[in-house]
């Protein structure tokens, strides 16, 4: 039962006291945990809520076992029983006698430490290079002095600033970043010369600042750095022969016809996807070959999937099918790229 906030503050800050103080019984422990559950739930659904794709199945049993660990470490206890990270974060509120209220901001500032750091750790492990990019982006922020980090409504944004005299800040979608990639051509550029470069593309046409989410530019990296190694230059294309091009289409048939049976038996069949939705799907895959193999730089994933999937808006791509899509996009860039290491 959910309790009134004035009484969850009181029963917070006593069992805080019982477990500072070393004397907390087997019981107090428990309902200490479950308030800390039930914080560390909240703030996953607020993630959850923002779009961020950390869940594999959805389930709220998936959810309260991420919460659980990310609250465990907090219950360590030494040689002597005493919890003494908790003891160690709050051990001034007996000296200081701290306010109810005071304690429980605290705890939820807690919990809502340990879970952002729980859920870099599963980034980390779920998607490496996603994580490799996202630390190229924050140290490109470091490096260079015309890009600075901005927290706007709970979402951190990319800023670079032009030397203009207006304080005021643009926040661009992510379709009118996109649109600057159509002017880059090197494959070679590092992190900070590309997110440079596109934004001060679209720098010009603003009389501010301008600020991207730093998701959205996320996003770009990876599909920029993954078209590196997986597209066919147009001098590639000239120079080599008939049977190579034949060989690379068979071998993308047949990755087409693989992707194709696994996007029927796991998703259509199982009721996870519509069969429309699927058929959009294997075009959008299509199409993407179909530029491979005439050696042009590949769009971006949701523009692919539109072109078929006529009321898919972007947000409801970002929250319902952004998912399943790029997990068949990687799966046929990955077989792809081994494929082109063998015929090239």
């Known amino acids: 039962m959910k309790l009134p906030e004035s ?5 917070i800050r006593k ?15 428990e309902d200490f945990a479950l308030i800390c559950l039930r914080f560390a739930i909240v703030f996953l659904k607020k993630y959850i809520k923002k779009g961020h794709q950390f869940l594999e199945t959805g389930q709220i049993t998936e959810i309260e076992g991420i ?63 996603g994580a490799k990019i996202r630390r190229n982006i924050l140290l490109a922020v470091r490096r260079n002095s015309r ?39 090197q494959y ?14 679209f720098s010009h046409h603003c009389k501010s600042a301008v600020a991207v989410n730093i998701r959205d530019m996320l996003g770009i990296l990876r599909e920029w750095f993954w078209d590196s190694e997986t597209t066919l230059e147009k001098e590639q294309v000239n120079t080599v022969n008939q049977l190579q091009l034949d060989e690379l289409a068979r071998a993308i048939k047949k990755i087409l016809n693989q992707l194709t049976e696994k996007l029927h038996a796991h998703y259509v069949k199982k009721d996870k996807l519509l069969l429309v939705q699927a058929l959009s799907i294997q075009q959008a895959l299509f199409d993407m070959s179909k530029d491979i193999l005439h050696g042009e730089r590949l769009g971006k994933n949701y523009i692919y999937l539109k072109k078929y999937w006529q009321d898919l808006t972007y947000d ?24 082109l290491k063998k015929i090239f």
């Open 7 to 11: 009484e969850l503050q009181s029963r």
């Open 15 to 29: 069992l805080l006291v019982k477990i500072v103080q070393n004397n907390p019984s087997p019981q107090e422990i």
């Open 67 to 129: 919460a659980a660990d990310c609250i465990a470490d907090l219950f360590t206890r030494d040689a002597e029983g005493r919890y003494i990270y908790i003891a160690r974060y709050f051990k001034d509120l007996l000296v200081q006698n701290s306010r109810q209220e005071k304690c429980l901001i605290d705890l939820r500032n807690l919990i809502a430490g340990r879970v952002k750091q729980h859920l870099t750790k599963i980034y980390e492990n779920r998607d490496p290079i």
């Open 147 to 185: 890009l600075t980090l901005l927290r706007e409504l709970s979402e951190e944004h990319i800023v670079y600033h032009d030397n203009k005299s207006s304080k005021e800040i643009y926040f661009a979608d992510i379709f009118e970043i996109l649109a600057q990639t159509a002017n880059l051509s």
């Open 188 to 201: 070679d550029k590092s992190t900070e010369q590309l997110i440079t470069a596109l934004l001060a593309n």
């Open 316 to 339: 409801e791509y970002m929250e319902n099918t952004r998912k399943v899509f790029e997990y068949f996009v990687r799966l046929f860039k990955e077989q792809l790229k081994n494929n």
